[in-house]
């Protein structure tokens, strides 16, 4: 006996449906066990490494607070023109074009098809000939399509939240770009500086050397002192000459690299003067560091969102597994023979669903599945490395900047001490108690503490900077990045 409610016609059907749900067991999600989760910041042990202070997070244009009216003209020239900076912006664009893209697959698609065809049919084809239209006819359509996917299992909701991802992520990268082209613009003027001053210590031997080559020759035409201490103090002076032109050398290699930091030619540089930036006020761990650095790194932010976006794309591969399921319809106009298309009785409608579901594929499933994971593995890693490294950079900051301070007052005795080795060696020389090879080297004592405490006074401005650069340059994950 027939079950009324089940009509025989739907037998087929609901075999067939039967039997693709049975065989879509063969196209099965890859088990590849939990996935890695991103490391809390708690992880990493930082807390004697990086004590709280109350400082303050820099501000967007930090490198202000130097003072120098020439290095913000730099910086804002490399900002409108530097070539990594277009580029950024151009990563940008395309991750917004990619974003775009990808949120179009969650509209209906609205398509005009028109076609029109010369034909001859054939009389032999098992209709009559008589109803067969006779030579040759034009045959018109023309339709407005429409399709639109039910998603169901999130797969496009998946792919826009990925490429969202992935657009922040530019954006980020584009901050971090500005930091990166910013800090070494900074550090590369401070390097500037410090050449400066290695210059004026050079200038200082040059002379120091000068005089007493002078004084030598004018003992030695007393017959008070050696043709070798004379050739020896014009040795010394001859290296310091030298040296001072290193110097120059130096300073012009420096302008040149400050150029093409700037995007522009060689002789940019050529107008970059001696600096004159002041460290009214070195930079200091902030109070909310721990709450706050994950999202005032751009980096940081880049690689976070990154291993997001990954995650999305596995949502993404996973829902490939199920079945696709399109609603179609197309209303329009046909008719054999052009004369006939705007007739009525011409127009052509139709509406329904289609659905596929992925039976066997040789593996392509699940070889996207699988990459879509690996590539979630990846950015996870990557993130923690990011992290990793940002707390070192952050700690070689501090640790280098709590070193400075007794290395210079050691320098500055340092000088100090050698100035009086060289007064009580001319008073022991000016008293025939020594020679003059013991002022010459009391002289090369008093050069190189020079030039050692000016090194220092120069880190001290390479060091602000890079514990800005390690603390995120201003930037704010909740604003927009400029």
């Known amino acids: 006996m027939r079950n009324p409610n089940f009509p025989p016609r739907a037998l087929p059907a609901a ?30 042990q930082n807390t004697q490494s990086l004590p709280s202070e109350q400082g303050q997070w820099a501000h967007a244009q930090w490198w202000r607070k130097y003072g120098d009216a020439q290095l913000d ?92 991802s992935e657009l922040t992520a530019a954006r980020a990268d584009a901050a971090q770009a500005r930091l990166m082209l910013t800090a070494s613009l900074a550090a590369g003027y401070a390097e500037l500086a410090r050449l400066f001053d290695e210059r004026d210590a050079a200038s200082q031997a040059l002379d120091v050397r000068g005089h007493t080559v002078a004084l030598l020759r004018e003992r030695r035409q007393q017959g008070m002192e050696t043709l070798g201490s004379v050739r020896q103090a014009e040795s010394r002076e001859a290296a310091a000459r030298a040296d001072l032109a290193a110097a120059d050398e130096s300073i012009a290699l420096q302008r040149h690299s400050l150029a093409a930091l700037m995007g522009a030619g060689p002789d940019r540089g050529l ?49 490939q597994f199920y079945p696709n399921i399109n609603l179609t319809a197309f209303v329009g106009a046909q008719s054999l023979g052009l004369g006939l298309f705007d007739k009525a009785g011409s127009g052509i409608a139709g509406f329904g669903p289609a659905i596929s579901l992925p039976i066997f594929r040789g593996g392509q499933l699940q070889g996207q599945y699988r990459a879509a994971r690996g590539d979630y593995d990846a950015a996870v890693a990557s993130y923690d490395a990011v992290l990793s490294q940002a707390l070192r950079e952050t700690a070689d900051a501090v640790a280098s900047q709590a070193s400075l301070t007794p290395q210079l007052e050691q320098r500055r005795l340092a000088l100090q001490t050698a100035d009086e080795a060289y007064r009580v060696s001319q008073n022991r020389y000016q008293g025939g108690l020594a020679n003059y090879l013991d002022v010459l080297n009391a002289e090369d004592g008093v050069i190189a503490a020079r030039r050692s405490l000016a090194a220092l006074e120069t880190r001290r401005f390479t060091l602000d900077i890079a514990l800005i650069k390690a603390l995120g340059g201003g930037y704010q994950e909740t604003e927009p990045a400029r």
């Not at 020239?77 to 580029?87: I, R």
């Not at 909310?288 to 993404?316: M, Q, V, Y």
């Open 73 to 164: 003209r730099l910086v804002e020239e490399a900002l409108s023109q530097a070539p990594d900076l277009a580029a950024a912006r151009a990563r940008v664009e395309r991750a917004e074009g990619q974003a775009q893209q990808a949120g179009a697959a969650q509209w209906p698609g609205v398509e005009l098809n028109a076609s029109n065809s010369r034909n001859k049919q054939s009389y032999n084809n098992g209709v009559p000939a008589a109803f067969v239209p006779q030579g040759f006819n034009n045959a018109a359509r023309a339709t407005l399509d429409f399709s639109y996917e039910l998603d169901f299992w999130g797969k496009n909701r998946a792919a826009v939240a990925a490429a969202t």
């Open 15 to 44: 075999g067939l449906l039967a039997a693709l749900a049975l065989l879509g067991g063969c196209a099965a999600v890859p088990d590849m066990g939990p996935a890695p989760q991103i490391k809390p910041l708690q992880q990493y």
């Open 271 to 319: 107008a970059i003067a001696r600096p004159a930036a002041n460290l009214f006020r070195e930079q200091r761990l902030p109070a909310t560091l721990a709450a706050d650095l994950l999202g005032r790194r751009p980096d940081l932010a880049a690689a976070r969102l990154r291993a997001e976006a990954a995650a999305k794309r596995i949502d993404a591969a996973q829902a």
